[in-house]
């Protein structure tokens, strides 16, 4: 019912800046909340930034002020512009979809995106 299509990522120097897209086809549920985790090798996937449907945001700590997700309830589009990337930025950028109905919501992850910075 879902599908969640991820483009961007890549290989970039430290400092550099890379640009996360999105796109989650919907056919009858109703799109909550769609966001970024990453998963770093040898570690647990993480949070990394969440937008709500009614535009509310959240970021890891470690990426506040570099890290910018905006969402498109529209074109159910999120992306995410990645700015002063550092080594540790590196990991499987994994796109997440929440959506349902009132009664349950589920979660849909994209491929994953691999996020390399270069020291």
């Known amino acids: 019912q879902v599908q969640v299509v991820e483009s961007g990522g890549g290989l970039v120097q430290f400092g550099g800046s890379l640009r996360l897209s999105c796109a989650a086809s919907v056919s009858i549920f109703t799109i909550y909340a769609m966001g970024w985790y990453r998963q770093a090798p040898g570690k647990q996937r993480e949070l990394i930034a969440r937008?709500?449907?009614?535009?509310?945001?959240i970021y890891a700590d470690s990426v506040k002020g570099r890290f910018t997700i905006s969402i498109d309830n529209a074109k159910k589009v999120v992306d995410l512009q990645m700015n002063n990337l550092k080594p540790e930025d590196t990991g499987v950028y994994y796109c997440?979809?929440?959506?349902?109905?009132?009664?349950?919501?589920?979660?849909?992850w994209g491929q994953g995106t691999q996020v390399t910075v270069s020291s």
């Open positions: 997440n979809v929440e959506a349902g109905t009132m009664a349950n919501i589920y979660d849909y």
């Open positions: 937008a709500n449907s009614d535009g509310s945001t």
